[in-house]
């Protein structure tokens, strides 16, 4: 969402910059050189990828940018809680927690722990979900970075379309300067698509596929640790290991706060 509304802003500044001059800003918007860059761009996609991995590119890049950040002390309690139920009150415990759960690699895991599944299994089933969202992610970020390949290079082709049409004009020279700024303007369209648009997308889905690695090892430790109800301490322990360093930190601050809170009320 960040990301849009700095795209969105950006190509405001940039229009309310050239409105003072009407012909310069006319220039800047030619709808035929947009038309030849993207579409260009998306015909060559089309030809190069299966339409029905283009038609999932929209759905899995607004997944990347509107995902919940994943808490990893938050979801450390409630490991802690539901370990600590589920060997109080049973597997009642895991089906409620589960239709609880926005996280789908825990809300499957839990699922499968309530049923009574190997453990083997489960790893299996969440390592399955795990490697489909990944070839997806894989998959859209080569689409991405095909277009960001395609669209500097349409926009060279419309510019050498564009001086071969100065050409016949070059015994008038008045129309030669308005002629290149036209000419120019499809490698400008490329260049910013491919460097304002495409790549930030694609760099987007490899930081996201990189985070999602690492919740994948901490949510297999978690559904581990509430097979085997462990103690809340060898909870802790075990899932600080599959913590970065900054929420390791964090979770540690937020503990001993919590811990200094708690003697201050007794104390009172």
């Known amino acids: 969402m960040r990301f849009i509304i700095f795209l969105v802003s950006f190509i405001g ?32 996609i089309s030809i190069s990828f299966p339409f029905e991995k283009i038609r999932q590119l929209k759905s899995i890049i607004r997944h990347a ?37 926005r996280d789908p690699y825990l809300r499957l895991g839990l699922q499968l722990i309530a049923d009574n599944a190997e453990w083997e299994e ?8 795990f490697i489909f969202n990944n070839h997806q992610n894989q998959s859209a970020q080569r689409i991405i970075r095909s277009m960001a390949k395609y669209a500097p ?30 000419a120019l303007l499809t490698t ?5 698509a491919a ?23 901490f949510i297999l430790e978690a559904l581990q640790c509430i097979k085997e109800r462990d103690y809340s301490i060898v909870i802790e322990q075990r899932l600080s290991a599959h913590m970065p360093k900054h929420e390791l ?18 104390n009172s």
């Not at 400008?188 to 910013?192: F, S």
């Not at 930190?249 to 007794?266: D, F, G, N, P, W």
Request: net charge neutral; glycine share 6%.
């Open 13 to 44: 500044i940039v229009f309310f910059s050239v409105s003072f001059n009407e012909s310069y800003a006319g220039i800047l918007t030619n709808i035929f050189s947009l038309l030849f860059v993207f579409g260009g761009t998306f015909l060559a």
């Open 122 to 129: 489960i790893k299996a089933s969440i390592k399955k979900e």
């Open 153 to 182: 290079a349409f926009g060279l082709a419309g510019t050498v379309l564009g001086l071969m049409r100065i050409f016949p004009q070059l015994s008038n020279p008045v129309h030669i300067g308005s002629a290149m700024s036209l």
């Open 65 to 101: 940018y509107e995902s919940e950040k994943f808490d990893f002390a938050e979801s450390t309690k409630k490991t802690i809680t539901i370990a600590r139920e589920y060997k109080r009150l049973g597997l009642k415990t895991l089906e409620d927690a589960s239709e609880e759960m």
């Open 195 to 217: 460097n304002l648009i495409f790549l930030p997308f694609a760099h987007k889905l490899k930081e996201n596929l990189a985070d999602q690695e690492v919740i994948y090892g």
């Open 249 to 266: 930190l964090r979770y540690k601050t937020a503990k001993s706060e919590t811990v200094q809170h708690l003697r201050m009320v007794e």
């Open 188 to 192: 400008l369209y490329g260049v910013l």
